[in-house]
Each structure stands twice: as C-alpha cells, then as structure tokens.
C-alpha cells in the first residue's frame, strides 16, 4: 500500500521558515514524483511544489518559486519542502502527494485528485 506521511507543520511569524517532510513508503521511491498542494479554509487547492525522484528535475509555482524549495533523500525516502519567507496567504493545510513517474508532469498542477496519491496533511499558520 501506498502511504505518504507528512509532518513538520507547524506557527510560525511571518518572514520565518518552516520545513515539511513526507516519508514515503510501500512503492519503489524512484518510480513516483512526490509534491505538495495546499488547501486554505474556503479556497481551491493549490499545486505548490514537485520533485522527479527520479530525475531531480523540479517544479514550483509561480507563488512559492522564489521562497520554497523541494528536495529528495532517497536513502530516506523523504521529500522535504523547505518554506522562507513565509506569508499569512501561506496559511494551509499542506498535503503531500505522489504521481507515477510514467506520466509528464509539466501540467501537473492542473489535474484532478484522482491523479494523486494522497498523503493525510499538515498544518501551516504564518501571523501577521
């Protein structure tokens, strides 16, 4: 079974940073691309960050790319989403998810749930 543990989340000010995990387990690490959506109380999710485990390349959207940075240890089988500068609007719950490395990801951000393996989600709280 395929099963994605989140953690890290957490309070923090704005300006801080905050690192998230996913540990994944129960598929080979290198066949999945592992990412993270968020999802704020009355809003849409939203595609954050992916990493090819499988060939490092990596993808942000154009609201994080210049603050967040996604990162692998496949001795681990870890994924980390390192956040800085954190905002208010970065408020979320953090889910992590993975796709199957089969499929091309340069529209990832686009395709619906069902596309995902999803983990159970952690919380993120940036104060003004």
């Known amino acids: 079974e395929v099963q994605l543990q989140a953690s890290g989340g957490g309070s923090v000010q704005a300006g801080g940073s905050l690192r998230l995990a996913c540990v994944a387990s129960g598929f080979t690490f290198g066949d999945y691309a592992v990412g993270w959506f968020r999802q704020a109380p009355g809003k849409e999710r939203e595609g954050i960050s992916l990493i090819s485990t499988k060939t490092g390349a990596t993808y942000y959207s154009d609201s994080v790319k210049d603050r967040f940075t996604i990162s692998s240890d496949r001795d681990k089988s870890t994924v980390y989403l390192h956040m800085s500068a954190l905002k208010p609007e970065d408020t979320a719950v953090y889910f992590c998810?993975?796709?199957?490395?089969?499929?091309?990801?340069?529209?990832?951000?686009?395709?619906?749930?069902?596309?995902?393996?999803w983990g159970q989600g952690t919380q993120v709280t940036v104060s003004s």
């Open positions: 998810v993975a796709v199957s490395e089969s499929n091309v990801l340069d529209y990832w951000k686009t395709w619906p749930s069902w596309m995902w393996t």
